[in-house]
């Protein structure tokens, strides 16, 4: 099977579990949002993934093949993250030099087309570039090698609006071109909603959901009206929170809808991503599948 598998992992940290027990797949040719709160367990699942930290207990596959002190795999696989791994007085021309050493995928020219897009002055030193532009170099190092999987974690911290527009530009370009499979893990929901297919949501180190967006959006709403009649309408249904004000009452549903009574004032609205991630989260509820 070509993805990613992670599974029965568990890492902890003296007392803090920060995986129990995951299992998980990422398939071949997805783009998918890894959606969690911090601390939820996201840094964690990456880092083993990438194997810079090894799990405690299970274990991951890549296409198949075990990972952990696996060689083989590293031309697999690659993790753009926060964490700065790189030599911070080599300029970035000589960063991709020695990219296209480690990596033989690493397409020089792309990586400097895309440099000239976003303004990155390739012979400044790493150190002299802003926060920004560091996350810009390290966003065209991960565009432009031609792996099967490629992770970003928290991609466009200190971005401004018009640098991140290019960037998920230039992911869906690359992700048209050759398929591979793209990994977010982002706080941006609301901006990776329409880029992203599929949504695994990991809360205290347990996965809660890993379904496509659409089938997603599609049942999750809210009900709204005089509280009896949403407690009524709600009855036998997967409700996971509800907001009250004097008489009125909100809640959020996970499921099928269906229509309201005839001559009833409930209303039903639609939730975004982001509205569905908070709920979710908040109470560690499992969508239905």
């Known amino acids: 099977m070509n993805a990613i598998e992670i599974k029965n992992v568990s890492k902890k940290y003296k007392n803090v579990v920060a995986l129990d027990k995951i299992s998980v797949s990422f398939e071949f040719g997805k783009i998918y ?20 930290i090894f799990a405690d207990e299970g274990q991951v596959f890549i296409d198949g093949y075990q990972s952990k002190e696996n060689m083989d795999i590293q031309e697999k696989i690659f993790c753009m993250s926060e964490t700065d791994l790189y030599d911070r007085d080599l300029k970035i ?17 792309k990586a400097l087309e895309y440099s000239e897009k976003f303004g990155l002055d390739i012979d400044k030193r790493f150190r002299a570039l802003s926060k920004g532009y560091q996350s810009i170099f390290k966003l065209i190092v991960a565009l432009c090698l031609d792996v099967p999987y490629v992770i970003f974690d928290e991609p466009v911290l200190g971005l401004d609006a018009n640098h ?16 591979r499979t793209f990994i977010i893990a982002t706080h941006l929901i609301e901006e990776v909603a329409n880029i992203i297919e599929e949504v695994v949501v990991i809360n205290k180190g347990r996965i809660l959901l890993r379904e496509s967006v659409e089938d997603l959006l599609e049942k999750g709403y809210s009900v709204s009206g005089l509280a009896g009649e949403v407690e009524k309408y ?6 996971i929170d509800t907001d009250e004000l004097g008489g009125l009452k909100i ?8 229509p309201v009574p005839q001559g009833s004032n409930l209303q039903i609205s639609a939730m ?4 569905l991630f908070v709920k979710i989260t908040e109470k560690g509820v499992e969508s239905d599948e």
């Not at 949002?33 to 810079?52: E, P, Q």
């Not at 991140?164 to 398929?179: P, V």
């Not at 975004?272 to 509205?275: D, E, G, H, M, T």
């Open 164 to 179: 991140r527009e290019m960037f998920y530009d230039l992911l869906l370009k690359e992700f048209e071109e050759g398929r």
């Open 272 to 275: 975004n991503l982001q509205k």
């Open 93 to 109: 021309r000589d960063h991709f030099k020695w990219t296209s050493r480690f990596y033989n995928s690493f397409d020089t020219d």
């Open 33 to 52: 949002g890894l959606l969690g709160r911090n601390g939820a367990g996201k840094s964690t699942l990456i880092n083993i993934i990438a194997n810079r």
């Open 251 to 258: 809640a959020y549903v996970l499921g099928e809808k269906t």
């Open 234 to 239: 709600c009855e036998g249904k997967n409700v």
